[in-house]
């Protein structure tokens, strides 16, 4: 299951959010689910966050050598539709 991420509509409106959704919180649900409409503590109206995603960050292509080490069979191709393992 997904996480997303929600905040109050006024986050800086003391009546209008809890201390929970004026600082955002996450929450795990399935795909299929509409998203919340509501805090679930205060009940007043929140949005969903679009958030960052993490990736690694690769900085030079693998070596063959980097890839056997990962556990990836290399293979070359010789002739058409021949493949060689290295």
Same mark, same amino acid.
């Given at each position: 299951?997904p996480i997303y991420?929600? &905040?109050?509509?006024? +986050?800086?409106?003391?009546?209008?959010? $809890? @201390?929970?959704?004026? *600082?955002?919180?996450?929450? #795990?649900?399935? &795909?299929?689910?509409? +998203?919340?409409?509501?805090?679930?503590? $205060? @009940?007043?109206?929140? *949005?969903?966050?679009?958030? #960052?995603?993490?990736?690694?960050?690769?900085?030079?292509?693998?070596?063959?050598s980097d890839a056997?080490?990962?556990?990836?069979?290399?293979?070359?191709?010789r002739d058409k539709?021949?493949?060689?393992?290295?």
């Amino acid at each position: 299951m997904p996480i997303y991420e929600y &905040i109050s509509e006024q +986050p800086d409106d003391p009546e209008r959010s $809890c @201390r929970i959704c004026s *600082r955002g919180f996450e929450l #795990r649900r399935p &795909i299929d689910r509409a +998203p919340l409409e509501k805090c679930l503590t $205060c @009940r007043n109206p929140v *949005r969903k966050v679009i958030s #960052r995603i993490n990736t690694p960050k690769i900085l030079k292509p693998l070596s063959v050598s980097d890839a056997k080490k990962a556990g990836f069979t290399v293979m070359e191709r010789r002739d058409k539709g021949v493949y060689e393992k290295l």
